[in-house]
Each structure stands twice: as C-alpha cells, then as structure tokens.
C-alpha cells in the first residue's frame, strides 16, 4: 500500500495564479482533511470531507477550495494565490471514530508551496 | 472549543538525558489523544496515541505517554534520549465522533551528541 500520496512535493507560483494540489489514499478511508503547517503554529486544518461528495470548512479555509468527487482523491484548489500561503501542505485520511475505533490519521509527505 | 497546549516550544538535550514534553487540552468530555512527530524534512507520523483503557500508553521508539483526566494533561516523557530523536512533536486531541484533530503547536526537540 502506498498509502497517503500527494503531488506535486514542491511548487513556486507568482501571485494571482492557480493551482490544484492532489491527495490520494488507497486504505479505503472514509475522512480526508487538508492542513498547512507554518512555523510556530503546528498544523491548522483547512477543509476536511467526511465522505465522497462532501466537504466541510476547517479552521483557515478562505482562499481555497477543495472537492472529494471521488472516495481515494481530494483534490485543494488555490483560485488566485496570495504570498500569505506560503506554506508546507498536508493531506490526511482516516477511518471516522466510533466506539471500537479511533480516528488516528495518516500523513502525506507534504507539498511545499511558495507564492511570490 | 477545544484547544491544545504545548508549552515547551524548543528544548534542547544531551544524548541519554530524560524527556518530557508537555500538553495541555481543553476539552471536558471524553478524549482520543494522540502524539505525532515529524523528523526533519518528513511527514507526521503516529508515535503513540489513547483511546481507552490503561492511561499509561507505550509507542514506538521508547517513547510513552501518560493521560491524566484530572489535569487535562498527555505528557509525553522517554528516560533516555538519542540523537535520531531531534524532531517536531505535536501533540493532537479529539472528542470521539468528531472529525477533526486539534493539534498543538509543536516542540522542537534538539539533541545533541
């Protein structure tokens, strides 16, 4: 299993540009989130989806988009790239909590953005 | 809403010295916690993590942590460090049946040979 993947590792984009970062899974989970991770202040989610064809705003979601049209794939969007998202960008999946189960997530290996 | 406090944004060590990070959540129903890290240039990855059951938690590495209800705490503590342990650790809490980690914002661990 390759489990959590993401493309591109690494991109420059100049301001106003767009751009579309890819997750996939392969462990048929259920939840996928999108995180920045900037330093000193850990990782913030962005926009996460509970299943296909859902999504749900997290704590900084304005200036992205995102869509889960299908179960392995979630896909952000930046529509007109500003430099304040400079940042390292995190995909996760997981498995929803239940009563047996815990919610632990799995990590891509990131996508470094740099916006000029 | 809940939150999650690490309080030792960087520490520095010798090799063999003792660990112990702190962290601090919010939340007063019950809880998942979970301790990820992140070795330089890499993804996060679970080192431990409680669900239910016996509050003191073993992970990989050496590593365990400790839930404590009454102080809102998930320490993580290892009694002798290396260097190959110089990493980010972030410390993440969630209520069962909500969908989403809360993380803390880190501590950088250097270790020094």
């Known amino acids: 299993n390759a489990g959590v993947t993401q493309t591109p590792k690494f991109r420059v984009l100049k301001t106003g540009q767009s751009m579309t970062l890819l997750c996939a899974q392969d462990?048929?989970?259920?939840?996928m989130y999108w995180y920045r991770q900037d330093p000193g202040m850990g990782l913030r989610l962005i926009h996460y989806?509970?299943?296909?064809?859902?999504?749900a705003k997290g704590e900084v979601p304005d200036g992205y988009n995102v869509s889960r049209l299908k179960k392995q794939n979630f896909l952000l969007g930046l529509e007109s790239a500003a430099p304040s998202q400079t940042s390292v960008y995190f995909c996760?999946?997981?498995?929803?909590?239940?009563?047996?189960?815990?919610?632990?997530?799995?990590f891509g290996p990131g996508t470094r953005l740099t916006v000029l | 809403a809940q939150s999650v406090s690490q309080h030792n944004h960087h520490v520095i060590l010798s090799e063999a010295a003792s660990l112990e990070l702190g962290c601090n959540y919010s939340?007063?129903?019950?809880?998942?916690l979970f301790w990820y890290v992140q070795y330089p240039g890499q993804h996060l990855q679970l080192l431990l993590k409680?669900?239910?059951?016996?509050?003191l938690v073993k992970g990989i590495k050496g590593f365990e942590a400790e839930f404590i209800k009454s102080k809102f705490s998930f320490n993580l503590r290892k009694p002798s460090v290396q260097w190959s342990d110089t990493a980010e650790y972030f410390c993440?809490?969630?209520?069962?049946?909500?969908?989403?980690?809360?993380f803390g914002t880190g501590t950088r661990l250097q270790v020094f040979p």
């Open positions: 939340y007063g129903g019950t809880v998942n």
């Open positions: 462990m048929n989970h259920e939840y």
């Open positions: 989806s509970v299943g296909e064809g859902t999504t």
């Open positions: 993440a809490v969630n209520a069962p049946n909500t969908d989403k980690l809360i």
């Open positions: 996760a999946s997981s498995y929803p909590a239940s009563g047996s189960r815990d919610n632990e997530q799995f």
């Open positions: 409680y669900f239910s059951g016996d509050p």
